[in-house]
């Protein structure tokens, strides 16, 4: 299980990702009860149906599903995870970047797959604001040291608007 | 030059600290060695042959006599006495030990140098023309536009993953000395109604598969630089190629969208953040060219310099005019024969270091051609330079010459290497020491690659040399008329490779047929273009076994 580290702790995850079995299809796949985070083909399939019986709706994307897509549904999601298959694939850190300096999402924005202390740094200067760290990382360390590698930065983020030239007294 | 400030020298000290804490939870088994490759890498730290490598930035190609020194110090302390100037403004170390490199990067920042994003596929130091800003031919100096681009590429936090590496260069001449036809972006400064801006050009490189950058924007105003190139990342970050490594640069996919979509896409993300928080301020821009004033130079005239015959050869190889009236660039060759190209030892450092300090202000650059500049030397001192460079083995008259060669590291060192190419170098480098005839045969650029990254930039050399591995055997594949500069061009294959033992007699045969055709006056490239490339290849070839014959001279081996 990953640990997940929001609002500067581990905390208790109480949403559950949907996971489609071999030969399940989006269309038929049976919805779960509870908080439950969805693919993004589940989405476009039964978006009505979501919406109708969810109070509290999670979305999953995978980094080739374009933020665009999701872009005037946004106010339906409680939490968007996008995920990181492998750590060294940075195409979430631009979806990030545009789901909330473009699209202004405001609910929480999680990183999930291949999370590491390394990357979390990044994760937050670009919009993350939870983090489900991999399993069998070391979560106190993370919460520690992972997130101030860095006291300061040059360029514009979502955690920073201004560029550090512009902040210069 | 520029000088850290408090926030460069705060990130440059955090980094080594964030290093040092990599180092030990990778050593402890907390970070597997797949999860501790990259975090190295964009440490410019690689598992090497021997030995890991070190690759150190040296940031647009400038340096200072106490940096120099420094590098001087780990070459001494933590490595075998020497170091090797690559083609991208880095200089690298071959012998470190992994768990000695944050205390060399503590080193490093006390003179405010780095390791920072030197590989990794992230956005690497960004490079220009070694003659900024005393070059005779200079529109604009590019060293305030490349520094703050260093200084927004550095951990910026959505392009640390990318598909690939990437490269910016920049260049502010009318000819081209930075190779940016050939870079993930090349941008050259140009003045277009009294507004300062310039050129965008996207996708070139060299590598596995070379192409030549295409224009996405003919001009930009200099405030846009960095919204810009963040929308051209943007674009490659989010649709560049992850499924294979050799299709992930941004030119595969400048080529598969067209240029004309990938600047339709470009400009539409662009469209967002144009003018935002990012757009450059004049206040910055000023500020940071502050850094890059003129030295104090003195009221000197153009002088007669001595007439001595390896004085005068000196002179007309390795100084480049400058803007001031007395004054000069000069090259010190690190291209002595019989030497690896690039490699400079611990002494030599101290010695530029103290030439510089006593002769040009202190400051240095580092060519893409692995040589060094001491960019504003007096004519009146131009002898005495040459006296202690000429003492010291880094006055080799032979820049631009044919034994003045790009070379990469290759097999003797690097991992990725197919063959080696110091010692093609070296043999080339023994059968033309003859300076008469390297004078006679004039200007001419040979570049060596062990393999097809091509670190020697093989495929611009006039005579490019491409190690390949055949059957476990090394072989070297032979083009011409390759070149850099605004009429960049690939080079051509001649036909099949070589063993390392003909090289030697290869590039005499394509020397003798541009010897015997030429026009007075023609350098090597005009008699090239001018005959074109059959006399060459039919000469390389001639008395060759080939097909039948050579398959029973093996037979008979």
Same mark, same amino acid.
């Given at each position: 299980?990953?640990?997940?580290?929001?609002?500067?702790?581990?905390? #208790?995850?109480?949403?559950?990702?949907?996971?489609?079995?071999?030969?399940?299809?989006?269309?038929?796949?049976?919805?779960?009860?509870?908080?439950?985070?969805?693919?993004?083909?589940?989405?476009?399939?039964?978006?009505?149906?979501?919406?109708? $019986?969810?109070?509290?709706?999670?979305?999953?994307?995978?980094?080739?599903?374009? #933020?665009?897509?999701?872009?005037?549904?946004?106010?339906?999601?409680?939490? #968007?995870?996008?995920?990181?298959?492998?750590?060294?694939?940075?195409?979430?850190?631009?979806?990030?970047?545009?789901?909330?300096?473009?699209?202004?999402?405001?609910?929480?924005? $999680?990183?999930?797959?291949?999370?590491?202390?390394?990357?979390?740094?990044?994760?937050?200067?670009?919009?993350?604001?939870?983090?489900?760290?991999?399993?069998?990382?070391?979560?106190?360390?993370?919460?520690?040291?992972?997130?101030?590698?860095?006291?300061?930065?040059?360029?514009?983020?979502?955690?920073?608007?201004?560029?550090?030239?512009?902040? $210069?007294? | 030059?520029?000088?850290?400030?408090?926030?460069?020298?705060?990130?440059?000290?955090?980094?080594?600290?964030?290093?040092?804490?990599?180092?030990?939870?990778?050593?402890?088994?907390?970070?597997?060695?797949?999860?501790?490759?990259?975090?190295?890498?964009?440490?410019?730290?690689?598992?090497?042959?021997?030995?890991?490598?070190?690759?150190?930035?040296?940031?647009?190609?400038?340096?200072?006599?106490?940096?120099?020194?420094?590098?001087?110090?780990?070459?001494?302390?933590?490595?075998?006495?020497?170091?090797?100037?690559?083609?991208?403004?880095?200089?690298?170390?071959?012998?470190?030990?992994?768990?000695?490199?944050?205390?060399?990067?503590?080193?490093?920042?006390?003179?405010?140098?780095?390791? @920072?994003?030197?590989?990794?596929?992230?956005? !690497?130091?960004?490079?220009?023309?070694?003659?900024?800003?005393?070059?005779?031919?200079? @529109?604009?100096?590019?060293?305030?536009?490349?520094?703050?681009?260093?200084?927004?590429?550095?951990?910026?936090?959505?392009?640390?993953?990318?598909?690939?590496?990437?490269?910016?260069?920049?260049?502010?001449?009318?000819?081209?000395?930075?190779?940016?036809?050939?870079?993930?972006?090349?941008?050259?400064?140009?003045?277009?109604?009294?507004?300062?801006?310039?050129?965008?050009?996207?996708?070139?490189?060299?590598?596995?598969?070379?192409?030549?950058?295409?224009?996405?924007?003919?001009?930009?105003?200099?405030?846009?630089?960095?919204?810009?190139?963040?929308?051209?990342?943007?674009?490659?970050?989010?649709?560049?190629? !992850?499924?294979?490594?050799?299709?992930? !640069?941004?030119?595969?996919?400048?080529?598969?969208?067209?240029?004309?979509?990938?600047?339709?896409?470009?400009?539409?993300?662009?469209?967002?953040?144009?003018?935002?928080?990012?757009?450059?301020?004049?206040? %910055?821009?000023?500020?940071?060219?502050?850094?890059?004033?003129?030295?104090?130079?003195?009221?000197?005239?153009?002088?007669?310099?001595?007439?001595?015959?390896?004085?005068?050869?000196?002179?007309?190889?390795?100084?480049?005019?400058?803007?001031?009236?007395?004054?000069?660039?000069?090259?010190?060759?690190?291209?002595?024969?019989?030497?690896?190209?690039?490699?400079?030892?611990?002494?030599?450092?101290?010695?530029?270091?103290?030439?510089?300090?006593?002769?040009?202000?202190?400051?240095?650059?580092?060519?893409?051609?692995?040589?060094?500049?001491?960019?504003?030397?007096?004519?009146?001192?131009?002898?005495?330079?040459?006296?202690?460079?000429?003492?010291?083995?880094?006055?080799?008259?032979?820049?631009?010459?044919?034994?003045?060669?790009?070379?990469?590291?290759?097999?003797?060192?690097?991992?990725?290497?197919?063959?080696?190419?110091?010692?093609?170098?070296?043999?080339?480098?023994?059968?033309?020491?003859?300076?008469?005839?390297?004078?006679?045969?004039?200007?001419?650029?040979?570049?060596?690659?062990?393999?097809?990254?091509?670190?020697?930039?093989?495929?611009?050399?006039?005579?490019?040399?491409?190690?390949?591995?055949?059957?476990?055997?090394?072989?070297?594949?032979?083009?011409?008329?390759?070149?850099?500069?605004?009429?960049?061009?690939?080079?051509?294959?001649?036909?099949?490779?070589?063993?390392?033992?003909?090289?030697?007699?290869?590039?005499?045969?394509?020397?003798?047929?541009?010897?015997?055709?030429?026009?007075?006056? %023609?350098?090597?490239?005009?008699?090239?273009?001018?005959?074109?490339?059959?006399?060459?290849?039919?000469?390389?070839?001639?008395?060759?076994?080939?097909?039948?014959?050579?398959?029973?001279?093996?037979?008979?081996?």
């Amino acid at each position: 299980m990953a640990q997940l580290i929001k609002n500067n702790a581990v905390a #208790v995850d109480t949403w559950k990702t949907l996971e489609l079995a071999e030969g399940e299809t989006p269309e038929a796949v049976a919805l779960p009860e509870g908080d439950i985070i969805f693919p993004f083909a589940v989405w476009q399939a039964r978006k009505a149906e979501i919406i109708s $019986r969810y109070k509290r709706i999670g979305l999953l994307l995978q980094p080739d599903e374009p #933020v665009e897509e999701i872009a005037v549904d946004l106010d339906y999601f409680i939490v #968007v995870a996008l995920n990181f298959p492998k750590f060294v694939d940075g195409r979430a850190y631009s979806s990030a970047s545009l789901l909330r300096q473009r699209y202004h999402y405001q609910g929480e924005l $999680r990183a999930v797959g291949d999370v590491l202390h390394d990357q979390l740094f990044f994760m937050q200067r670009v919009g993350f604001d939870s983090y489900a760290l991999k399993d069998g990382k070391n979560a106190v360390y993370a919460l520690e040291a992972g997130f101030s590698s860095f006291s300061d930065s040059y360029q514009t983020s979502t955690s920073q608007a201004q560029p550090h030239f512009r902040r $210069r007294a | 030059m520029y000088k850290y400030d408090a926030i460069d020298r705060q990130l440059v000290t955090e980094r080594v600290e964030q290093f040092r804490d990599q180092v030990s939870r990778w050593q402890s088994g907390e970070l597997t060695g797949d999860e501790f490759r990259p975090l190295r890498l964009q440490n410019g730290l690689y598992v090497q042959r021997h030995a890991p490598m070190l690759r150190v930035a040296v940031p647009y190609a400038m340096m200072n006599t106490a940096q120099l020194r420094k590098l001087a110090f780990v070459a001494r302390t933590y490595d075998k006495g020497y170091g090797h100037f690559t083609t991208r403004h880095n200089m690298q170390f071959n012998w470190p030990k992994i768990e000695d490199c944050p205390d060399i990067l503590a080193h490093l920042a006390e003179v405010e140098m780095h390791a @920072i994003q030197t590989s990794g596929n992230c956005i !690497r130091n960004v490079t220009t023309d070694q003659f900024a800003g005393v070059a005779a031919d200079e @529109i604009i100096d590019p060293r305030p536009l490349a520094e703050i681009l260093r200084q927004w590429s550095t951990f910026h936090p959505e392009f640390a993953f990318l598909p690939r590496k990437f490269k910016i260069a920049i260049s502010g001449t009318k000819e081209d000395r930075a190779v940016t036809w050939f870079h993930d972006i090349g941008l050259q400064l140009q003045v277009l109604n009294g507004e300062i801006g310039f050129r965008v050009i996207v996708g070139g490189g060299l590598g596995r598969t070379p192409i030549r950058g295409q224009i996405v924007r003919e001009f930009l105003p200099w405030q846009h630089i960095l919204t810009y190139c963040e929308a051209i990342l943007r674009v490659y970050n989010r649709q560049g190629r !992850r499924d294979n490594a050799y299709k992930a !640069r941004i030119k595969i996919l400048v080529q598969a969208l067209g240029v004309e979509e990938f600047a339709k896409q470009v400009e539409a993300e662009w469209a967002h953040l144009k003018d935002g928080p990012a757009t450059l301020t004049q206040a %910055e821009y000023d500020r940071i060219t502050a850094h890059f004033s003129a030295p104090a130079y003195e009221r000197a005239d153009d002088i007669e310099l001595p007439s001595e015959k390896a004085f005068a050869r000196w002179v007309h190889r390795s100084t480049h005019p400058h803007k001031v009236a007395g004054y000069t660039a000069v090259t010190l060759s690190l291209k002595q024969h019989g030497i690896a190209p690039g490699d400079i030892t611990a002494d030599q450092m101290d010695l530029v270091a103290d030439l510089a300090d006593r002769y040009s202000f202190g400051e240095l650059r580092i060519s893409h051609e692995q040589n060094i500049i001491l960019a504003d030397v007096k004519q009146s001192e131009l002898y005495a330079v040459w006296q202690a460079a000429k003492a010291g083995g880094l006055a080799t008259p032979n820049v631009g010459l044919l034994t003045g060669i790009i070379c990469c590291p290759g097999g003797d060192f690097c991992d990725l290497a197919n063959a080696k190419s110091i010692p093609i170098a070296n043999a080339i480098q023994a059968r033309f020491d003859n300076l008469d005839y390297l004078f006679d045969i004039g200007e001419i650029d040979l570049n060596i690659s062990g393999c097809m990254n091509a670190c020697g930039h093989h495929h611009v050399g006039h005579i490019g040399v491409l190690g390949v591995d055949k059957n476990d055997s090394e072989f070297y594949q032979v083009t011409l008329g390759g070149r850099q500069g605004n009429e960049a061009k690939l080079g051509k294959v001649i036909g099949p490779s070589f063993s390392a033992d003909e090289m030697p007699d290869v590039v005499e045969k394509i020397i003798k047929v541009y010897l015997e055709n030429r026009h007075p006056d %023609e350098r090597f490239l005009d008699t090239f273009d001018r005959i074109g490339i059959d006399p060459f290849k039919n000469r390389a070839y001639e008395g060759r076994a080939h097909g039948k014959a050579k398959a029973a001279q093996k037979e008979a081996a």
